[in-house]
């Protein structure tokens, strides 16, 4: 994709965006965008029209500026009326995510005491005994599918426990995620799986209702039940939120980070020989291959001229952190992958008060899960051809539909 180009993607829609075309040469067309179209125009359908954000300090300016609202009804007057997607709202959208302060800070509040670093550490040993039993079930066959076989069950199940889910439920959660995630192009199927999705949050609620444990979803019913604290909206959406970005980050960054080892031998070779490179490995692979490619959206809460374009109050801002991480001005040889990159400030968790509560558990996740794979597989390869790997048609995520590999005896 060019910039001669261009003319077909005068405004790019999410349908574009969302297409594995647009996915393969993402990063030549953000480098021409943040060379000289930094704010380029965007449309999404009902949620309307907006700009693509590209470079990395205007995306480290604009994910802590307050004139962008993550709730659209912080931007409406009393005389407007309400836009047609927030009449018909998805039944799992009032999560902090969704929200700003004051209402951010405390559903954040809520939870992220699950999330601090003495609670993830304790999760150590855990997380080392399911990817060792993962791969014992695939040894045997000499070959893996790094996505189905170890790169979704692992942090499903992490944190399937810490939120008390049963485990025969969990395998659902694949399909009801990417229904949320997706730009749908059948919006009747995404709608009905969100309303089943819906459905089987009100069982498990109402279970551990009955029956409250140790875990997450019981503490969250408890603040439920305590009425100021949090709505029964708000905890359906938070716990769909916790199973949702509890796993699917960590899923592309373990996938992605393979994927780009393997497309590097000489780096996969350095790792090998110096497994002490591992946190500055996935640090690389975060920024590489940024599992979020754009962010959620915002919607300016007043007009403002950025780059000699006028924003519009109600025009809605993505900021793809996938170009921000690729900037050349922040990141010297932007485009090669180096496990031994210095002074690294990648943004693939966002910035700001929005950073991802749960940065911490997915890197823990990811270093145990890719040394534990080298350790078991020093010998890993691509299975069949490196072109027939493909990323998958997606809106929000940077994600490879299938990474099968295979290793001799």
């Known amino acids: 994709m060019t910039l001669k180009s261009m003319k077909s993607y005068s405004v790019l829609s999410e349908m574009q965006l969302s297409s594995t075309e647009f996915k393969n040469e993402a990063y030549d067309f953000y480098k021409e965008l943040r060379l000289a179209y930094p704010v380029y125009p965007i ?36 005389n407007e009326n309400r836009p047609v997607f927030l009449e018909n709202e998805e039944p799992l959208s009032k999560h902090m995510l969704n929200s700003d302060p004051p209402d951010h800070s405390r559903l954040r509040s809520l939870v992220q005491k699950a999330f601090t ?16 039993t993962l791969l014992d079930k695939v040894e045997y066959k000499h070959s893996i599918n790094i996505v189905g076989d170890f790169a979704f069950p692992l942090p499903i199940i992490v944190i399937s426990e810490m939120l008390g889910i049963p485990l025969e439920d969990r395998q659902k959660f694949r399909v009801w995620s990417q229904a949320i995630i997706d730009f749908p192009e059948s919006l009747e199927v995404n709608n009905e799986k969100i309303g089943e999705f819906a459905e089987y949050l009100k069982f498990l609620v109402h279970k551990k209702r009955n029956q409250p444990a140790e875990d997450l979803i019981s503490s969250l019913i408890q603040a439920e039940s305590e009425g100021t604290k949090l709505s029964i909206e708000e905890l359906f959406s938070t716990i769909m939120l916790l199973i949702v970005a509890g796993h699917d980050t960590t899923v592309n960054l373990i ?6 080892l393997l497309c590097h031998p000489g780096q996969l070779q350095k790792l090998r020989q110096h497994p002490d490179l591992i946190d500055s490995a996935i640090e690389e ?26 924003i519009n109050r109600k025009d809605l801002m993505i900021i793809s952190l996938a170009s921000a991480n690729r900037d050349e001005k922040i990141f ?29 558990l997915a890197r823990l996740e ?22 027939e790997i493909k990323w998958k048609g997606t809106f929000l995520m940077r994600a490879l539909e299938e990474l099968p590999l295979c290793f001799k005896a």
Not at 117 to 132: G, K, M, T
Not at 287 to 310: D, I, K, M
């Open 285 to 310: 692979a975060l920024r590489f291959h940024s599992p979020v490619e754009l962010t959620t959206t915002r919607w300016a809460a007043e007009s403002f001229v950025l780059h000699g374009q006028e």
């Open 366 to 387: 990811a270093k145990i899960a890719i040394s534990t794979l080298l350790q078991r597989f020093p010998n890993i390869r691509f299975k069949g051809e490196r072109e």
């Open 332 to 360: 010297p040889n932007a485009d090669q992958f180096d496990i031994e990159r210095k002074n690294n400030r990648h943004i693939a968790f966002g910035h700001g008060s929005h950073f991802c509560l749960g940065a911490q």
């Open 43 to 78: 449309s999404l359908g009902d949620l309307g029209n907006g700009w693509l954000i590209t470079r990395y300090d205007d995306a480290i300016y604009l994910l802590k500026d307050a004139r962008l609202k993550k709730n659209m009804e912080n931007v409406l007057t009393e």
């Open 117 to 132: 670093p003495r609670v993830i550490f304790q999760l150590e040993d855990r997380i080392q005994q399911i990817a060792n």
């Open 255 to 260: 996938t992605n980070m393979t994927f780009a």
